[in-house]
């Protein structure tokens, strides 16, 4: 082996380190030398390479072997590197770091080869390991939201990295900040900067990571809001973090805020036209409530006129006065107009002017209008101008659409109001002018007012009837009496047909004198003749805006001095009157602006506090009444306005609250709170009346709402809160129930009492219950009887029984109340044998008293006698036992207690029809009925649901609903009984849709045995 012919240190040292030296001749099938190591890393001898040299090929990887025999066929002249893997005998994969270099003689010529072979598959794998961590986290960073980065911590933050996601965030590709074409510290807000680098220090300090909000420059000029979280690494010089684009979350919460401001501003404003006692205070008001709740930097009104030509003067300013027009005002000329003043374009236009940057105004302007944004809102009088309320903030704002909708609301209901004070005021010159008469009217209430202001009238003229009339619903035919005064006495008027009396004439002028014979001319009027009236004075009321709205007059029973003086002081009264009449109108409107909700129509929260101060306010605990305070949520209205909008939102919330108060009794109030919350205020009522009031509200709810061509299905939790007990306030009422409110959604209830006094209503519960249990033992129920008709000829068809219940210590109790305890107290299995037996006895008494019997009485069965084998045992029995023809006594089962188990409700309905009872599917309609629950059921008829019926008239769903109902009772050869039909229309309709069969209170109401029986037994003896 020619490669053992070496020897000395450098061999010694070869045989003992973990690279391979080899030395070979000037080609590929010489090998001279290989270190030990080779036969520990190759696993093969190196005699076999001695004698093989390309041996050594066979443990090259197949994928690598062809490349690197190529490389050893060509041969190499000069110094070379590869990499390559081999197998070993482990089958493990190694890489080999191969180097090499020619050995020449003095000369240059070549004389051998000689290189190592290093084992780097350590290396290799620490290679791919960095390349699959460096993939994984481009990966994330390329998918996070916002950009990652890290920055030297110099003044200007320099970028070493930067992920792609930049450019989304800032508008800057990533290599801008890399390159330094763009610092982080150049694209900050100038006024955010400091507070940014303070967060920055601070960690730095703290060794703590940081996290800061803050403006910045796009590349677009556009501003934008990111958040900034990042910490600092290594010596604390380097920081490391991700920025994330915050525009759009800032944007709406700015929007959000902008909005509850104005909605803050519009309710203040509101208050402000009610308690206001003059013009000047309203303005004042007005601009401070836009400075404090608005958040206006200025807010100014300014008024046209007061012989200020085309100016337009300031009367009332708030806020910082470093803007604004000066004490001579400003032009709403239409030369300013044109030339871009705000104002001045709002006014002669005569709608609002928005400028949202008023950087964009012509240079004249920016003293008067700062640097901020402006809202001009144009009032008017009557049709003209009057002046403008100013708005300035002190940064560039766009207004969102709703609270440009708040501001216009807020401008007219401004208008308003300062029309009304206008009016008062004017009432009160009038009211100095009337002198004498003036100064007997200062009643206490309107009707106080008109009465010795007719008194006054007659009085000071002399005459025998003084009367003030308003006009029916605006039509100039007929009268309603305000006041009226004969022979000095105030007297009950009444409502007064104006054709063929003398106040006829008021369809086509304004004042009417007849100076004597005016019974003669009118010869229908029977008061002229009752009364013998010679003379008639009359005039007109007409409102400011010339709308007739009454009349006045006086009358004579001889003929009329001097008629013109007559009119004068005519004319000087009705002023008066009219003023207070539209004060009374005025008044009433400014409440409802005040204490009204304007998408449901009903109170609104400002409302629901008044009306729970005026009940709670002032009273001791001693003298306090009970009340009930119901909070109601609708549960997944979110849901509504995120798939359908905000405009169906605000459609269903009107529907619901048509709903609420259609259910509301006397004595509750109810108000829209806000959102999707209502509240019901009981006065009187206590935790006894918690759940009927809520079965009666939640009632609303089971017929679907329409919306956008949509059914939706809504219900509603409820918080409670009982006062005195809960509250001594209306802040702490309301305050309770939002908690109980908030308690019934976490709980997944359908509401909370507030004390959670849950033993309370237990023990009323076991206390009803206990009564019950006495009346069934003391046989002291009552059944009252309600009968069914066919709807063409009015024969009786049948009767259903109703349960009643008289109690000695509560007096009537509604079943609604009753037999829901029943139910929770496993008692309707006793209810309904008392029930059964009662029809039996008093069926055998009608027959006993000569009464025909009805075709059939039908007995109610809840759900869970469904289950009760016995049932049709018990129908028999009493039967047998009381003598009574099979079939006499029907079932009704309702749709809701069918489906809960059909498969058992089809066994009983067919046991009782093999026994000839008929059975009847009761409020048909309101449950989930599967229509081959419904065919296999075999029951006899199907009753339609009240509810259905008694909308149909005006419910183009619940018409549609009925006609379906009636058409699938007669598909199925069933049939079909409407409930609740209380009209003569119900009646017709029914009728038209093929449905003959009808009960309700235009027929009869529910009554004890001996009426019905005088009533409707009678007919069939």
């Not at 806020?319 to 004490?327: K, M, T, V």
């Not at 002018?433 to 100064?439: D, H, R, T």
């Not at 007849?514 to 008061?527: G, H, I, N």
């Not at 509250?727 to 509401?751: C, F, P, V």
């Amino acid at each position: 082996m020619s490669g053992e012919n070496g020897s000395g240190w450098l061999y010694e040292l070869a045989d003992v380190v973990d690279e391979v030296f080899w030395v070979s001749g000037r080609n590929s099938d010489q090998v001279h030398y290989l270190s030990p190591a080779f036969e520990r890393l190759w696993g093969m001898p190196r005699e076999r390479v001695y004698a093989e040299p390309r041996a050594w090929l066979e443990a090259v990887h197949p994928d690598d072997r062809g490349r690197i025999r190529r490389a050893t066929d060509v041969g190499a002249t000069d110094e070379y590197e590869q990499e390559f893997r081999i197998v070993d005998p482990a089958g493990r994969v190694r890489w080999i770091m191969e180097r090499g270099a020619p050995v020449r003689d003095r000369e240059g010529s070549l004389l051998r080869f000689a290189g190592t072979l290093r084992d780097i598959t350590r290396r290799k794998q620490a290679e791919e390991a960095l390349k699959e961590s460096q993939r994984k986290f481009e990966t994330l960073v390329s998918n996070m939201p916002g950009a990652a980065w890290r920055c030297r911590n110099d003044a200007d933050w320099t970028v070493e990295y930067m992920s792609a996601g930049a450019e989304a965030v800032f508008g800057y590709p990533a290599d801008a900040f890399i390159n330094g074409e763009v610092t982080l510290a150049g694209i900050i807000h100038g006024d955010d900067i400091a507070f940014v680098r303070k967060a920055v220090e601070q960690s730095r300090t703290s060794d703590r990571p940081y996290q800061v909000n803050y403006r910045i420059w796009r590349t677009d000029g556009s501003l934008g809001w990111v958040r900034e979280q990042a910490r600092f690494v290594g010596s604390g010089d380097r920081i490391e973090g991700v920025i994330v684009d915050l525009t759009e979350l800032k944007r709406k919460e700015l929007a959000l805020q902008s909005s509850v401001r104005a909605l803050r501003m519009l309710s203040r404003c509101n208050q402000a036209l009610i308690h206001a006692d003059s013009e000047c205070e309203l303005l004042e008001t007005v601009c401070e409530v836009a400075v404090e709740d608005g958040g206006y930097a200025l807010a100014w009104v300014g008024q046209v006129g007061q012989g200020t030509g085309q100016l337009i003067a300031p009367v009332c300013m708030r806020g910082e006065a470093r803007h604004g027009p000066g004490e001579s005002g400003t032009s709403w000329s239409t030369e300013a107009a044109e030339a871009g003043d705000p104002v001045a374009q709002a006014v002669r236009q005569g709608r609002p002017v928005f400028i949202d940057d008023v950087s964009a105004l012509p240079d004249s302007l920016r003293s008067m209008y700062g640097r901020g944004s402006c809202i001009c809102l144009p009032l008017q009088a009557n049709g003209a101008p009057y002046g403008v309320f100013v708005l300035l903030r002190d940064v560039p704002a766009t207004p969102t659409e709703e609270e440009r909708s708040l501001l216009r609301e807020l401008a007219s209901n401004l208008e308003f109001g300062l029309q009304v004070r206008r009016v008062q005021e004017r009432e009160s010159r009038l009211e100095r002018v009337l002198g004498g008469v003036g100064a007997a009217v200062p009643g206490r209430s309107s009707g106080e007012f008109f009465e010795q202001l007719v008194l006054a009238m007659t009085e000071a003229l002399d005459a025998d009837v003084g009367a003030i009339a308003r006009f029916v619903d605006g039509e100039l035919w007929m009268s309603a009496p305000v006041a009226t005064a004969v022979d000095g006495e105030i007297v009950e008027g009444e409502v007064y047909p104006l054709q063929g009396t003398p106040c006829e004439a008021y369809t086509t002028r304004k004042e009417c004198v007849y100076a004597a014979d005016v019974a003669s001319a009118f010869p229908a009027d029977a008061m002229l003749r009752e009364l013998d009236v010679e003379g008639y004075v009359g005039h007109r009321l007409d409102a400011a805006d010339g709308r007739p709205v009454g009349l006045l007059f006086v009358l004579y029973r001889r003929p009329v001095d001097d008629p013109q003086v007559a009119l004068s002081v005519l004319r000087l009264v009705a002023t008066r009157a009219v003023a207070q009449l539209e004060r009374m109108d005025a008044e009433e409107h400014m409440r409802a602006l005040a204490y009204h909700d304007p998408t449901t129509g009903l109170a609104n929260r400002a409302a629901c506090m008044a009306h729970l101060a005026e009940h709670l306010d002032g009273a001791s605990a001693a003298t306090a009444s009970s009340l009930l305070l119901v909070s109601m949520n609708l549960r997944r209205f979110k849901d509504v306005n995120n798939s359908l909008g905000h405009s169906a939102g605000d459609d269903l919330l009107a529907q619901v609250g048509m709903r609420l108060q259609s259910s509301i009794e006397p004595g509750e109030f109810l108000a829209h709170l806000g959102g999707d919350e209502f509240a019901v205020v009981a006065a009187g009522a206590d935790r006894d009346d918690v759940p009927r009031l809520l079965q009666r509200l939640r009632s609303v709810f089971r017929v679907p709402f329409q919306v956008g061509g949509m059914g939706l299905s809504m219900d509603a939790t409820a918080g409670v809160a009982v006062a005195p007990d809960d509250g001594h306030t209306a802040m702490e009422l309301l305050q309770h129930s939002d908690i109980a409110l908030h308690q019934a959604r976490k709980e997944g209830a359908d509401y909370w009492l507030y004390d959670h006094a849950l033993f309370d209503a237990l023990n009323a519960q076991l206390q009803l219950a206990r009564r019950l249990r006495d009346a069934l033992r003391r046989d002291t129920l009552e059944m009252h009887y309600q009968p069914q008709l066919d709807l063409r000829t009015g024969t009786l068809i049948g009767v259903e029984a109703l349960l009643r219940w008289n109690c000695l210590e509560e007096g009537w109790i509604p079943p609604s109340r009753f037999l829901p305890v029943a139910q929770q107290r496993q008692m309707m299995g006793a209810v309904f044998q008392w029930v059964l037996r009662c029809v039996a006895r008093d069926l055998a008494a009608w027959r006993a008293a000569g009464h025909a019997l009805p075709p059939e009485v039908s007995v109610n069965v809840a759900a869970e006698q469904l289950h009760d084998v016995s049932l049709v045992e018990q129908v028999d029995g009493v039967i047998q036992e009381y003598g009574l023809p099979r079939g006499v006594i029907a079932v009704e089962v309702t749709e809701t207690g069918i489906m809960r188990d059909p498969e058992t409700a089809a066994a009983l309905v067919n046991r009782l029809r093999a026994r000839g009872s008929s059975v009847a599917i009761d409020d048909f309609g309101t449950g989930y009925s599967s229509l081959s629950y419904l065919k296999n059921l075999a029951a006899d008829t199907l009753k339609i649901d009240l509810s259905f019926v008694l909308g149909m008239l005006d419910d183009r769903s619940d018409h549609a609903i009925v006609g379906t109902i009636i058409a699938m009772a007669h598909a199925l050869e069933m049939n079909c009984i409407a409930e609740g039909v209380e009209t003569e229309g119900h009646r017709e309709a029914l009728l038209e849709m093929g449905c003959e069969r009808g009960q309700g209170y235009l027929f009869g109401r529910p009554c004890p045995p001996q009426a019905f029986a005088a009533e409707w037994l009678e007919r069939t003896s």
